[in-house]
């Protein structure tokens, strides 16, 4: 099955680092990333994974659950960690799936057979809280990700489901936001109480909500 965005993320149960999980009554009522990582004990992951443990309480404030996924097993997972933990300088503090037999890897489209056989590509799923896939990103095994950019992204789709508004191009908190085509000018002058400044009837800029 190939996952597009607006599909149902894929439900499954699995052994994490944190313990046997059911993924949607684990993400509960949050919004979730979901990334996948080639293999245990490489050099790209381990930065990764220590930097996002680094980024959790910024999840947290975004009400986002954050979960790992690597085709090694528990066992290997938690010397993994501990190498994490010392070379990163940080907690991991977030669990990661083992996923040896690939189940979930095969569910969420991350085995790329053409790039690798064997092991994931860097994907990354942003899930939001009715379960829908709102986000999809996919890496090469040697280029590590910025999550600085996907956390922009949650802030940037948070806007959009509370506001009705866009984010344009490089949009980093506090910019101007985009108020979406389908809201009129009837009914922007009540939800945009700031103004906007019009510079086609397309393109209209308001200062951001909620700032
Ligand atoms: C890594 O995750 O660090 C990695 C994986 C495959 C090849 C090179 C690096």
């Not at 990764?48 to 954050?66: I, Q, S, T, W």
């Not at 010392?86 to 669990?95: D, I, N």
């Not at 906007?196 to 393109?203: E, F, G, Q, R, V």
Request: some cysteine.
């Amino acid at each position: 099955m190939t996952l597009r965005l607006g599909d149902t993320a894929p439900d499954f149960e699995a052994d994490t680092t944190q313990g046997k999980i059911s993924f949607h009554q684990w993400l509960g009522d949050s919004w979730g990333i979901l990334f996948s990582h080639p293999k245990d004990f490489t050099p790209v992951c381990t930065t990764e994974l220590g930097y996002v443990g680094k980024l959790l309480p910024e999840f947290a404030k975004r009400n986002v659950k954050v979960i790992g996924l690597s085709v090694d097993p528990i066992t290997s997972h938690g010397g993994w960690v501990k190498d994490i933990e010392e070379t990163q300088h940080t907690k991991v503090g977030f669990p990661i799936i083992a996923d040896a037999d690939r189940k979930v890897a095969n569910l969420y489209g991350m085995m790329h057979p053409a790039h690798d056989e064997v092991y994931t590509v860097r994907t990354v799923f942003v899930i939001d809280p009715k379960k829908k896939v709102r986000l999809m990103i996919t890496y090469p095994q040697t280029t590590g990700r910025n999550f600085d950019e996907i956390l922009r992204v949650v802030d940037s789709m948070q806007l959009t489901d509370k506001f009705s508004v866009a984010t344009p191009v490089n949009w980093k908190q506090g910019d101007d936001v985009i108020i979406v085509p389908s809201v009129t000018d009837e009914v922007a002058k009540t939800k945009f109480p700031k103004g906007w400044k019009t510079l086609k009837p397309y393109l209209r800029l308001t200062p951001q909500p909620n700032k």
